[in-house]
């Protein structure tokens, strides 16, 4: 059993168990969550109410998660004095899944980002977000219902590795006079230096999980979104190496675009995924024009940041849009907006993006009757325009409520 300097643990529950290579769940698993910066403390509050309310609403007194705490972020420094300590990691590796609210990420200098080291500790590779509109929340499209896309983004490379040397460092000097001298590449002297890796190990796995995903959820087609025609040795072969997965290890199940073109007509056969891929600043105006083509995405890391936010636009933001990062087979799901500090502790905060994390998190771990039940009760509520005041404000005759209230307005649409 895995020691913890500072974590009190609980004295009943269960780890989930991993058995060739799938999760088991008991019926008290112990789950550790981290509350977050920010209105983290409201909306996990608020999101604890909701999962909890769905665990009993489906499955009586049988089933129960047992909630283990956590610390990142700000309250971690109170404890630990640091935002990332090592009984986290631990915490979440011994116990397989966690769940966790919006940690701040500094813009240019000081701490690095959580996230990513989170990411990149737990090996958490592939980042998982499934953009789908709940009826009655607005949005600035005219046809919202059309995107329901699942966007699988590699999480552990690309400029997000955090390789790179701040403007007349010695480092960044000496990095521009070696290309220089070995390669004879010319770079100003000024220059802020980073570098772009991007592995075939690492995609081939994250395509891996975008198919097994597709296959196990009736979906009808991947689209790999790249800019390959300009960097040819990272997302090109990025593009490459996807395709190659697909005709090598699930031919049976996966049929590319050009051979459906070539000997098909144009339609694609009964019981085959389409592989199909796109230029990216070509993908992000056919998200808007042709939306319902889309189903799964597979990306590089930044590509998918600035995708996931773009499609979450068009459902109603952030705010509504859930999200995890996946590894094999620890999960930490997460709300995916940020710690919006100026609203911190007025119970003002919408918490629909953590809630339904936790619904994906319920999916996850095999618990299907729970996150029904989550997703319906909250359309149920939104359509009732019972909302918090970011969704209130712009829906006419809305109900705005608290946060807690609107937690309470959920609990009690759960059918």
């Known amino acids: 059993m895995t020691r913890f300097d500072k974590l009190t643990l609980p004295g009943e529950g269960h780890r989930i168990e991993i058995a060739q290579g799938k999760l088991h769940s008991p019926d008290d698993p112990i789950i550790p969550f981290i509350e977050g910066d920010g209105i983290g403390s409201d909306i996990m509050k608020a999101s604890l109410r909701v999962w909890n309310g769905a665990v009993e609403k489906a499955y009586g007194k049988t089933r129960k998660v047992v909630w283990l705490e956590i610390y990142a972020g700000e309250k971690a420094v109170g404890i630990y004095g640091q935002p990332l300590p090592e009984d986290t990691v ?160 699930f031919p049976r199940e996966t049929i590319t675009e050009r051979v459906v073109e070539d000997q098909y007509g144009g339609e694609v056969p009964a019981g085959k995924i389409l592989i199909k891929d796109r230029i990216a600043d070509s993908m992000f105006q056919q998200i808007l024009t042709r939306t319902e083509e889309y189903d799964i995405v597979v990306t590089p890391n930044l590509n998918g940041d600035y995708l996931s936010d773009a499609c979450a636009a068009q459902i109603g933001g952030l705010g509504m849009a859930p999200g995890a990062n996946i590894g094999d087979p620890t999960a930490l799901f997460e709300a995916t907006h940020g710690t919006a500090p100026k609203y911190a502790g007025l119970d003002m905060a919408n918490p629909s993006s953590l809630i339904l994390s936790g619904a994906m998190m319920f999916e996850y771990i095999g618990w299907q009757q729970a996150s029904y039940i989550i997703i319906d009760a909250l359309s149920k509520t939104i359509s009732q325009k019972k909302v918090t005041y970011d969704l209130a404000r712009q829906m006419e005759g809305a109900n705005r409520l608290k946060t807690s209230e609107f937690a309470t307005a959920v609990i009690e649409n759960m059918g």
């Not at 769940?99 to 701040?104: D, N, Y």
Request: aromatic share 8%.
């Open 90 to 249: 631990r915490a979440i590796r011994q116990y397989v899944v966690a769940i966790k609210g919006p940690l701040t990420t500094p813009v240019g200098g000081g701490t690095r980002s959580l996230n990513v080291a989170l990411r990149q500790k737990l090996d958490l590779y592939a980042c998982v977000r499934p953009v789908r509109y709940l009826p009655g929340v607005p949005s600035p499209v005219s046809h919202p219902e059309r995107m329901d896309m699942v966007i699988f983004r590699e999480n552990t490379e690309d400029v997000y590795a955090g390789i790179e040397w701040q403007r007349g460092t010695d480092e960044a000097k000496r990095f521009i006079s070696y290309l220089k001298r070995e390669f004879g590449i010319e770079i100003t002297e000024d220059s802020g230096i980073g570098v772009k890796p991007i592995s075939e190990a690492a995609t081939k796995r994250l395509m891996r999980k975008a198919i097994r995903y597709a296959i196990d959820h009736n979906r009808r087609n991947i689209t790999l979104v790249h800019k390959g025609n300009i960097m040819k040795f990272t997302e090109g072969a990025f593009r490459d190496w996807c395709y190659q997965v697909a005709q090598e290890e």
